[in-house]
């Protein structure tokens, strides 16, 4: 099962890395726009027409990319200021809680994105704006990246049981 974990990690650390480039890719689609919007060069466009859409969709990809690596190392969003103020055993068990809520939110998020997405691809739906594409390209991530999450948690929640009887100490906000 560690091996399995290590497997997992280095595949959403290769989608973390995979964010990283999207971003670096929708920073030249800005600069080049700017760019070419302020410099008036005969025979080259006065901008890019479609970079303000493009770099919407870039920053939808590289939150799908990044999310279930800042969930493995803990750089999520967390208040845990109660949870460092309690007992260790009832802090443990409010992580245990709060995990599964959690796996439970996952696995609901991924079914539904999943029969969105379907629906979407059957119906034939279209996004128009700058560019026209199929609606389901956008909704396609969502069902995978829920998939990650959901193992994330699980393989979190093994961590969990496995460690000391206390609350976690990845991105701690208050001692």
Known sequence: MDRLSHLFGQFIAALAWLGCALLFCMMLIIVTDVLLRDLAISFLPKG????????????????????????????????????????????????????????????????????????????????????????????????????LLSIEMLFRMRRLYQGPRGPRHDAVSAS
């Open 48 to 147: 890019l027409a479609w970079s303000n859409e493009i770099s919407e969709l870039m920053l939808y990809l590289i939150t799908m990319c990044v999310a279930p690596w800042l969930l493995r190392q803990g750089q999520h969003i967390r208040v845990d200021i109660v949870l460092q103020a309690i007992p260790a055993k009832l802090a443990w068990c409010l992580e245990c809680v709060g995990d599964l809520i959690g796996l439970a939110c996952c696995v609901l998020i991924m079914f539904y994105s999943f029969k969105a997405s379907l629906h979407s691809y059957e119906s034939g739906a279209l996004s128009i704006k700058t560019l026209v594409t199929p609606e389901w390209w956008s909704l396609a991530p969502l069902p995978f990246v829920f998939l």
